[in-house]
């Protein structure tokens, strides 16, 4: 739908966002998703154990979030103040390139007979207490 904007449009919301950048107030609205119960198939409607939630959000919110994400990857990026260790929300990297990594350094430490030591964290429960 907002492809369909005029351009005058598309530089009234660029200048909201931008305005958004600047002075670091969010749009309360924006915060707050509107929460539709839809009903499971071919379950029983009166029972609300058979209902699931959807969460709509604001698609100026998606697009300021885009934004904001596309300008601090530039900036981690071009101030290499990310590792080059870091695959997880990259373009281009995945977990398999640090997972080929991993392997490449245990088969080089065997085929040089030294050792090789690498400690790896279980996150699975790391962030149940926090804010969302």
Known sequence: MITHLSESSLINILRLFNRIWR???FPISWRRPLIIPI???GKDPQDPTN?????????LCKI???MVNARLVYILETNKWLS?????????????????RLE???RE??????????????M????????R
């Open 84 to 100: 080059p260790f870091q695959s997880g929300f990259r373009r281009g990297r995945s977990t398999l390139d640090n997972i080929l």
């Open 51 to 59: 209902y699931r939630s959807i969460a709509l959000t604001s698609c």
């Open 109 to 122: 430490a065997f085929v040089s007979k030294k050792h090789f030591i690498s400690i790896m964290f279980d």
């Open 64 to 66: 300021l979030e885009r």
């Open 23 to 25: 002075e670091h107030k």
């Open 104 to 106: 490449t350094s245990v």
């Open 124 to 131: 699975e429960k790391a962030y149940d207490r926090t804010w």
């Open 39 to 41: 009903a499971k198939p």
